[in-house]
């Protein structure tokens, strides 16, 4: 996976992952009053974050976020794919992650074009904070990343990114106590 990236780019992006890591290490985002058994669980946004966009138009999946999304779920976490596309799509959606590969998740989408995104994707992570133990959201958006931390889960801008994100991903799990493989081809 990393062969398409310059090694001057992939330090910078390794250096932003460490810089994510630590602050997520420095202000306590790692621990979480009494997880009790609920399965781990991430939050995904689809547009500019998995799925490449031109206008209006999805035009392929970002590098790399299928492996990644594979990967973990592969490692027992479940992936919730959150976007604030309107509800009448979600079957269109699902069919576009089948068809690139993405691993089975909830597809959530928004029902209210009225509600804030902020107010919409933190609502429905409380719904998946429930039942599951949410380690991380991951978008793209400012809108993705306050509606994260509003439910007080891990805020990922993963951008264009996904490609050199496996250890910031591994170190995650591991504080978790979640097994992981050697890499992305073994959870």
Not at 142 to 169: N, P, Q, S, V
């Amino acid at each position: 996976m990393s062969d398409r990236v310059s090694p001057a780019r992939r330090v910078g992006i390794c250096a932003i992952a460490v810089v994510v890591l630590l602050l997520i290490l420095v202000y306590g985002a790692l621990t979480y009053p009494d997880p009790g058994e609920k399965p781990p669980a991430a939050v995904v946004d689809i547009d500019g974050t998995i799925a490449h966009y031109r206008g209006q138009a999805v035009v392929g999946a970002v590098d790399g976020s299928v492996e990644i999304l594979n990967w973990l779920g592969g490692c027992g976490v479940k992936i919730f794919y959150l976007s604030s596309r309107p509800i009448g799509s979600i079957a269109q959606t699902r069919r576009w992650l089948d068809d690139h590969g993405f691993p089975p998740g909830q597809v959530i989408h928004k029902s209210n074009p009225r509600e804030s995104r902020v107010d919409y994707k933190s609502r429905e992570i409380r719904k998946i904070q429930d039942d599951c133990r949410v380690l991380f959201g991951i978008g793209d958006k400012l809108t993705d990343l306050r509606a994260y931390r509003k439910r007080g889960i891990i805020a990922l801008d993963m951008g264009l990114w996904w490609w050199d994100r496996e250890e910031l991903f591994r170190d995650i799990l591991n504080e978790e106590g979640i097994p992981i493989g050697e890499n992305l081809d073994s959870p």
